[in-house]
């Protein structure tokens, strides 16, 4: 399974629906939502900043995390960025690919 970040920012709309429907309800929804994706949540944390809500999660693959995203943006009532994590280990893996490259003007 691949693991995404997940961040997202309330609009206006979906501010004042987390206000009704509290935190506790809200993550049993995204939990759910990821789960029924055939995934699961590592760690949900509320914020203010930058993001209102991050998630790290494992899905099964790049298209699950995408269907999720069109979803969630879909519905509307936040705006949501997905990001895949690598590994240490994938990194190193990455980094022993022998890649040809061209710096910009040399």
Do not use: W
């Not at 961040?7 to 809200?26: F, H, P, Q, V």
């Not at 209102?52 to 949501?80: F, H, K, N, T």
């Amino acid at each position: 399974m691949a693991r995404f970040l997940f961040t997202a920012t309330y609009t206006a709309e979906g501010i004042k629906g987390l206000g009704k429907d509290g935190g506790t309800t809200r993550a049993e929804v995204v939990q759910a939502l990821i789960e029924n994706s055939g995934g699961r949540v590592e760690a949900l944390y509320f914020a203010f900043g930058e993001h209102d809500l991050y998630i790290i999660c494992e899905l099964p693959d790049q298209v699950s995390a995408a269907a999720l995203g069109i979803r969630v943006r879909g519905a509307g009532g936040v705006e949501a960025t997905v990001v895949p994590l690598l590994t240490p280990g994938e990194l190193d893996a990455a980094a022993g690919v022998d890649v040809t490259y061209q710096a910009p003007g040399r």
